[in-house]
């Protein structure tokens, strides 16, 4: 008989550890290491559709080019969908002069001596961007030989949204009855610019300045207009200097910065101190156009009363 209790004995203790291994694992947490398998395609998808609607966006806004004629250079533009609809845009350009405040602007014919656009490239012409597709557009420059073309041209590429054309429906029509349809759509707009290395005029002149007196609504203010005299785009530097005749205090004024186009004139504001002390003043005018051998100055005498 004692065989068979030690084996009743020996059964029982291990289906008592089985049971407490069970309640251990269930207490302590199984760590037993199970294989997961994820479908990284249909994880790719659900992540996409949680993702927000953004809009369409494209890079850079301004594309700089400095081709020497006879030469060929190449830039890219990349359009982002990060929405959920299909969208199809066509490619164009408009090209532009620009009025003497700098934001003023008039269509030009393309054949004219600054358009640029008859000398770009673009691939492709017409873009479909699906949902949550990235798009390059490639933009190429191929400027003719000769010396007429060392000089500055410029253009705008415009990328216009394509719709289909929606049917036109009138309630209740007759003879007499007027329809019309309005479809809302957006596009992009890129600056493009082209200042070849061998410019062969580079000159921006200081053309006048005046001195405004202050008023209920304005301050002292000092208004100077600028002439680019040469053929390419000049990217310039400036500021005021006003000094008290009497006093012979020095005032230097903030330096900016702006691009003028040639064959072009612009306008500049400079806002004097409220703080300007009564009396005779000189102003300095500092222009600096890129030239390595010149700067443009000019001279304002005024007083403060």
């Known amino acids: 008989m004692k065989p068979i209790c030690i084996l009743f004995f020996f059964v029982a203790l291990l289906s008592s550890t089985n049971s407490f291994s069970q309640v251990a694992k269930k207490a302590l947490g199984d760590t037993t290491t199970q294989k997961v398998v994820i479908d990284t395609v249909k994880t790719k998808v659900a992540i996409k559709d949680t993702l927000p609607d953004t809009g369409v966006s494209i890079s850079p806004s301004t594309m700089r080019f400095n081709v020497k004629p006879g030469n060929i250079q190449t830039k890219t533009i990349k359009m982002t969908n990060d929405t959920k609809k299909t969208y199809n845009f066509q490619v164009g350009f408009q090209d532009y002069g620009v009025g003497a405040d700098g934001t003023s602007d008039a269509p030009v014919d393309k054949y004219s001596m600054f358009a640029l656009s008859k000398y770009v490239i673009v691939t492709p012409t ?34 216009d949204q394509v719709l289909e054309r929606a049917k036109l429906e009138i309630p209740n029509p007759s003879d007499k009855s007027i329809g019309m349809g309005v479809q809302n759509s957006f596009g992009f707009g890129v600056n493009i610019f082209q200042n070849p290395p061998n410019v062969t005029v580079n000159s921006v002149e200081i053309m006048s300045m005046n001195f405004n007196k202050k008023t209920d609504k ?30 012979g205090k020095q005032t230097k004024l903030k330096v900016k910065q702006f691009a ?40 304002l005498d005024f007083k403060v009363d």
């Open 126 to 159: 017409l873009v479909e961007l699906k949902p949550r597709q990235t798009k390059v557009i490639t933009v190429t420059l191929d400027i003719p030989s000769g010396d007429s073309m060392a000089v500055s041209m410029w253009t705008i590429l415009t990328l």
């Open 218 to 247: 304005t301050s002292n203010q000092i208004y100077m207009k600028a002439k680019n005299t040469g053929n390419g785009i000049g990217y310039c530097l400036y500021y005021l200097e006003l000094t008290n005749l009497v006093t």
């Open 260 to 299: 003028i186009f040639p064959g072009y004139t612009k306008d500049f504001k400079f806002d004097l101190p409220a703080d300007l002390e009564k009396g005779a003043y000189s102003a300095m005018a500092v222009l600096d156009f890129g030239n390595k051998e010149e700067l443009q100055t000019a001279e």
